[in-house]
């Protein structure tokens, strides 16, 4: 029977099927970081389990730690130390690999998975983080869970999980200049809401996907969970297999060959039903800026914040209207009216070095606006040093922007660092939720060359309006 | 983990969508590497005015003398959504909440809700917009929750059966530990394990 790509990874999992769509699922790999992570080891010791498979778990420090020079591990945040702390302790008592501080190849999490290739094709990965549904770009099973479920995959390799149903989102066409994979992911959020892909592990596939290079394809799998996805997979090809070939933990010689000989497998059979089919036309897709407090409250950077009787829905008209009080717009303005004062360039979803040289290109040989401050931080260590390389940092430090040590940094506020209260920043990290920069702060969420664009005018921009 | 039991307690309405875990406990309310000491972090963002101060929002609902006792919480569509943390479960629960009627749940929310012994109930978007307007009632809003035979009796008396998967009612009901659960299975892990090696060497390091 034809299958799709997500049933064939589930059923190349299941240890023991439960009936009515629950089954005991084996997971390959385990990413912590130190905010979950570090509560996850320490129930785990403080109950007297051990980690099972320890050599197939890997931990990163990347959510409190600071991202300013000569850090250590006294952070901004009061609390900081503790969970780097806990973390360190933690991965040594359970003899876990962790890319601690200052190493060199330490980094945000679903940023060196794929960087060390310890996620691929064909197998589950689980972090205790919702963002870990990028990793689906390289054809492996991955999603998001809470800490509980992180010592439970960690005891018993295993996970207990409610088989979800599946969609196909097709890309036609070619994507336009000035467009990337940020832009259509939240093209796609807007149409069919937050919660729109929720029950569902999507699979992104079409022309426009075969065009993308994984970097992109990781930032358009990164924000299935703003679908409320279980997750998103797309199906490895030779990009894919170029990308892994030869990195620390991809397998090698006799190893690899049959890795890609089973890789080849791993797509949906054309017969094959999904639960759900959203096909759209990308060529029609032009950048978006979000306006309001979820990241489907997002329009085309030429839009408008939309009218108050465009929401017959009362609860999405609650939430309408709180979102325009907390970001202070007001209905029918157009986005490109809005002065920002802050930038933020980073994280999971645009903190690659793809992410960076689109931010680069826009802000060479530009200034930014006087009264914005603006931060580029890149994804990890490895992000960092290529760019360097390149000569990026140079470009991003001569048009004003700081260049910051890697981690998840100002994408959520930690306790330590915020752009401030009522400060209005244009950023490519993936929430534009109430206080998640910071108490107050004001969050729009657009892919980095629209945020470097932003930053040059001091306004809500498209990169099309610096050439004129 | 808490057996969860029949509970007839007073509600309180959210009627928003999206109302994200950074609402529910933001980033900076996580102070130490635990599950517990979390409540006071618990909507910090609204629930005060002043985060710092702790001075009370009493525009907040939670703050309002007739909701002080509430142990149910009635929500919108997609409550719980964003970030994976825990900590969101664990400060509704230390809080007092026990059991949450939404119209949907984020689904690693709902995993978190279900390993802590929090009940998640989802009802049509119309049934929990009723629930909410109950709540309203100067009266008293008590609601009867029974996971055994997935009843909610509304203030009014009317019953209303909702579904929930067999397996989490079970583990709600006798308060069992996943972890143990699955230990039970060694011995599938350990021949699937046996298989998935022999099969795909590659996929071990």
Redo the contacts between chains.
């Keep these: 029977m034809a299958q799709t790509l997500f049933e064939k990874l589930w059923q190349s999992h299941v240890?023991?099927d439960?009936g009515?769509g629950?089954a005991?699922v084996?997971i390959?790999r385990i990413f912590l970081h130190e905010?979950?992570g570090?509560?996850a080891l320490?129930?785990l010791e403080e109950t007297g389990?051990s980690v099972r498979n320890p050599?197939?778990v890997f931990g990163t420090m990347d959510h409190i730690i600071d991202t300013l020079p000569d850090r250590s591990d006294v952070t901004l945040?009061?609390?900081g130390t503790?969970?780097i702390t806990?973390m360190r302790n933690g991965c040594k008592w359970a003899g876990i690999k962790l890319f601690d501080i200052n190493d060199a190849d330490q980094g945000i999490a679903h940023v060196i998975s794929p960087e060390k290739a310890i996620v691929?094709p064909?197998?589950t990965l689980v972090c205790?983080?919702?963002h870990t549904c990028s990793q689906g770009a390289f054809g492996a099973l991955v999603w998001?869970?809470?800490?509980?479920?992180a010592?439970?995959a960690l005891?018993?390799?295993?996970?207990?999980v409610?088989k979800?149903k599946t969609m196909r989102v097709t890309l036609e066409g070619s994507v336009l200049l000035g467009t990337s994979a940020k832009d259509i992911i939240l093209h796609l959020i807007a149409n069919i809401g937050?919660?729109g892909g929720?029950?569902y592990a999507i699979e992104f596939c079409g022309d426009a996907i075969g065009a993308m290079d994984m970097e992109a394809r990781m930032t358009l799998c990164n924000m299935a969970?703003?679908l409320?996805a279980?997750t998103a997979i797309i199906a490895p090809d030779e990009k894919t297999i170029a990308y892994l070939k030869g990195r620390e933990?991809a397998?090698k010689d006799t190893?690899?060959t049959?890795?890609t000989t089973?890789w080849a497998s791993l797509v949906s059979d054309a017969e094959a039903m999904f639960d759900a089919e959203i096909t759209l036309d990308v060529s029609s897709i032009g950048e978006m800026v979000s306006w309001g407090t979820?990241p489907?409250h997002s329009c085309s950077v030429e839009g408008i914040v939309p009218f108050s009787d465009s929401f017959t829905?009362?609860?999405?008209k609650?939430?309408y209207e709180?979102a325009r009080t907390y970001m202070d717009v007001k209905q029918g303005q157009r986005l490109k009216e809005i002065q920002i004062d802050s930038a933020f360039i980073g994280s999971c979803t645009n903190g690659r070095l793809a992410d960076l040289r689109a931010a680069a290109t826009i802000l060479k040989g530009h200034k930014i606006a006087p009264h914005v401050k603006a931060i580029c931080v890149p994804g990890s260590m490895q992000v960092k040093a290529d760019a360097e390389a390149e000569g990026l940092d140079k470009i991003f430090i001569a048009a004003g922007v700081e260049w910051r040590l890697p981690g998840c940094s100002m994408c959520?506020?930690?306790?330590g660092e915020s752009f401030g209260k009522k400060v209005r920043v244009i950023s490519t990290t993936n929430?534009n939720?109430?206080?998640?920069q910071g108490?107050g702060t004001r969050t729009h969420i657009a892919s980095p060359a629209t945020v470097a664009a932003s930053a040059i005018m001091g306004r809500v921009a498209s990169v099309r309006d610096l050439k004129k | 983990m808490k057996a969860f039991e029949r509970i007839k307690a007073l509600a309180v309405a959210m009627?928003?969508?999206?109302i994200?875990t950074?609402?529910i406990i933001?980033?900076?309310e996580?102070?130490?590497?635990?599950?517990k000491g979390l409540s006071d972090g618990l909507f910090a963002?609204r629930r005060y005015i002043d985060?710092n101060s702790r001075e009370l929002n009493p525009d907040f609902i939670l703050n309002k003398r007739q909701y002080g006792d509430a142990k149910i919480l009635i929500a919108?569509?997609?409550f719980g959504?964003?970030?994976?943390?825990?900590h969101a479960?664990w400060a509704l629960k230390e809080y007092g909440i026990d059991a949450i009627i939404a119209?949907?749940f984020?689904?690693?929310f709902y995993?978190?809700c279900i390993?802590?012994g929090l009940l998640p109930i989802i009802v049509a978007?119309e049934i929990a917009?009723y629930f909410a307007c109950l709540t309203e009632d100067s009266e008293g809003s008590a609601f009867e929750i029974n996971l055994l035979d997935q009843l909610i009796v509304d203030p009014k008396g009317e019953h209303y059966r909702f579904e929930i998967?067999?397996?989490d009612k079970k583990a709600l009901l006798l308060g069992l530990d996943?972890?143990d659960?699955?230990?039970q299975?060694q011995k599938?892990?350990i021949s699937?394990?046996d298989q998935?090696k022999s099969k795909?060497?590659?996929?071990?390091?």
């Design positions: 240890v023991r439960f009515s629950s005991l084996y390959d905010r979950t570090s509560v320490k129930s389990r050599e197939q945040m009061p609390s503790s969970f806990a691929l064909g197998l205790p983080d919702s998001g869970i809470g800490s509980s479920e010592e439970h005891a018993t390799s295993c996970l207990r409610s979800p937050a919660a929720r029950g969970v703003e409320s279980f933990y397998p190893a690899w049959h890795a089973y979820s489907e829905d009362v609860s999405k609650t939430s709180k959520f506020y930690a306790g929430r939720f109430e206080n998640r108490p | 009627m928003q969508d999206n994200d950074d609402i933001p980033s900076r996580m102070k130490q590497v635990s599950k963002g985060s919108g569509e997609n959504c964003g970030s994976s943390r825990e479960v119209a949907s984020s689904p690693i995993k978190n390993n802590n978007g917009s998967d067999e397996h996943p972890i659960q699955t230990l299975m599938d892990i699937f394990e998935r795909h060497p590659w996929a071990f390091i």
